[in-house]
């Protein structure tokens, strides 16, 4: 669990303590990747925009990849 006031934080605070999620989740240049989608309470937010969704300490993020595989 991490604490935050918006998306962005949460997923700061995530690769504090999981750093290989940073490269996974953040552009070199520190914004959330375009790849990434984020579900704040069941809510999908394409990655960019979701940096700045606010949150409430008892709300559920989470973060979905893009997938590709043929």
Not at 32 to 55: D, K, M, Y
């Amino acid at each position: 669990m991490v604490t935050a006031t918006n998306v962005l934080e949460a997923l700061d605070s995530l690769a504090e303590l999981f750093p290989s999620v940073r490269k996974r989740v953040f552009t070199g240049q520190g914004h959330v990747a375009s790849w990434v989608t984020v579900s704040v309470g069941g809510e999908l937010i394409p990655g960019r925009a979701a940096a700045e969704t606010l949150i409430s300490a008892d709300e559920t993020v989470m973060v979905i990849p893009a997938m590709a595989g043929g």
